[in-house]
């Protein structure tokens, strides 16, 4: 049920959090009471000595950084799976040991086919 | 009384959060409240004592799928959307169907009786730690929906390789 449970070992991270937030506000806060607006047209303009920008700033990214993306979430739920056996491996032990082999090994099988589609390579 | 009251904020507050998500015209605005609302959802979790499911939806959701998504709206290069409405003109059809499904969970909700209780109270949780308790039963238990995991993800490294890397050079 919500509302019966307090993670009241999670008040230092709570604290964190709002002080940071703090942090973070209160800083743009006083820099925008404090300090001086006097625009002129050279101060305002992107670059004072460089050349005038030319064309969008938004481009079409390269479909490549979608594979990264996409075996980085992969591999980041492996990762997932290897905490919580990590921490009771003194428990299950063997046989959980052997699973986990299992489980590599299949991603493995994942991971070669990503080696030889050249995947990892960027050319 | 303390715990209900942080529960009516993450309820509020991740309500408010997906309807920017959904309304904002930028979709790399839509994005980044998304990442606020996986943390919303995280400490949701937090209070319905799941530490390890609040922890990986800090590391895998707003980690991992979100950079996903950012990628994806990236390579999309979405100039219309930025312009155009984003919305379908026929509002009705959208009411009907959102107070269908409202009525449906609310008739839902009348005939839930919760179930008898298992063996993993608050208190025996907390003895254990979360992440052990969670092991222990995942490892021995659940052994075959784990290894079901690894095919999952198998798929999804061959599927978004297929997809994204149509040439092999020889």
């Known amino acids: ?123 | 009384m303390i715990s209900q009251l942080f529960f009516g904020y993450f309820a509020a507050v991740i309500i408010i959060l997906s309807l920017l998500v959904v309304t904002r015209k930028n979709p790399v605005h839509s994005v980044m409240w998304m990442l606020l609302m996986f943390f919303h959802i995280a400490g949701m979790y937090l209070f319905l004592n799941a530490e390890f499911i609040a922890a990986i939806q800090v590391i895998v959701y707003a980690g991992a799928i979100l950079v996903l998504f950012l990628f994806v709206v990236l390579l999309l290069n979405l100039r219309e959307e930025l312009q155009t409405n984003r919305f379908i003109g026929s509002w009705p059809a959208g009411l009907v169907i959102a107070a269908s499904l409202l009525l449906s969970m609310i008739a839902a909700l009348r005939s839930f009786v919760p179930g008898p209780s298992g063996p993993y109270t608050i208190a025996l949780i907390e003895k254990e730690t979360h992440t052990r308790v969670l092991g222990q039963v995942l490892y021995t238990e659940y052994l075959f929906p784990f290894e079901i995991a690894s095919l999952i993800l198998l798929v999804a490294i061959i599927g978004a390789i297929v997809l994204a890397k149509k040439k092999v050079r020889s």
């Open chain 1, 1 to 123: 049920m919500p509302g019966t449970f307090t993670p009241s070992a999670y008040l230092p991270i709570l604290i964190f959090l709002v002080v940071a937030t703090a942090f973070g506000i209160g800083a743009l806060l006083i820099g925008e009471l404090f300090r001086l607006k006097r625009p002129y047209p050279e101060k305002l303009m992107p670059y004072e000595s460089g050349n005038e920008p030319v064309g969008e700033p938004r481009i079409r990214f390269s479909v490549r950084f979608y594979i990264i993306a996409m075996l980085f979430v992969v591999f980041d739920v492996e990762a997932v799976f290897l905490y919580p056996w990590a921490v009771v491996f003194d428990r299950v032990g063997f046989f959980a040991f052997i699973e986990m082999i299992i489980f590599i090994i299949i991603l493995l099988v994942g991971y070669v086919y990503a080696w030889k589609k050249e995947a990892f390579v960027w050319d």
